[in-house]
């Protein structure tokens, strides 16, 4: 069956400006996560959801991200007056049941260049 | 501050040869250890993975062994092959989970 995926697959933009980012996880999986990577650097939790609702945003760097799942499925990373530092490679990942021993599978990412 | 640490950037190995790429942890509450492999342009992908409870699990030709006491776990892949080139990351979990900074592995033909 078709895996995570993620788009738009690269996202170039300015200083100021308000981005989605959008991950499809895989079909009947409850549990989607979104993590950043940096340069050099593993992922880094951002935000998990269990159905619809965020379990756990304590990741989020600042007010200026905030992510949505209104259906339990698509989730959107929204990132409002970007920064130079927020360019990363955004990665999501989903499960089937959200437990920590449950195995998550990732999307290809999203990077994203604020110019 | 980083729980997670891998300190060898990359590792070069001869095909057919054991490669053996270590994480060390800072947090005694993680309770299931896992491996991710990725390559260029990809997400990383599930490799194989560890409970506290156990010291050492094993799929194929991937090995994971934990030491608790050190707070130190390993990947061995032997016999090394040319597909297993990848950046490899070590993750742990208690809620949330936490990745290493990666160690790209280079499998020589």
């Known amino acids: 069956g078709a895996g995570v995926s993620q788009t738009p697959s690269n996202k170039v933009t300015e200083k100021g400006k308000y981005v989605e980012l959008r991950c499809d996880p895989i079909s009947g999986h409850t549990a989607l996560y979104w993590y950043r990577q940096s340069l050099g650097q593993g992922p880094e939790f951002l935000i998990y959801?269990?159905?619809?609702?965020?379990?756990?945003d304590s990741g989020l760097p600042n007010d200026r991200f905030f992510a949505v799942r209104p259906e339990g499925s698509v989730s959107t990373l929204k990132i409002q007056r970007t920064e130079r530092g927020d360019s990363a490679v955004y990665l999501c990942a989903s499960s089937l049941t959200g437990g920590n021993t449950d195995t998550q599978y990732f999307g290809p990412g999203t990077r994203l260049t604020v110019l | 501050d980083q729980q997670v640490k891998q300190n060898s950037p990359s590792l070069s190995v001869q095909e057919g040869r054991i490669s053996i790429l270590n994480c060390d942890y800072t947090?005694?509450?993680?309770?299931?250890f896992l491996w991710y492999k990725k390559y260029p342009a990809e997400g990383p992908t599930f490799l194989i993975s560890i409970s506290s409870i156990k010291d050492k699990n094993e799929d194929g030709r991937f090995t994971v062994f934990l030491n608790k006491s050190a707070k130190h776990l390993s990947l061995h892949i032997v016999p090394s092959q040319p597909g297993d080139s990848a950046v490899y990351f070590c993750a742990a979990s208690d809620s949330q989970f936490y990745f290493g900074t990666g160690t790209s592995l280079t499998v020589i033909p």
């Open positions: 959801f269990q159905g619809t609702g965020a379990a756990d």
């Open positions: 947090n005694s509450m993680f309770d299931y």
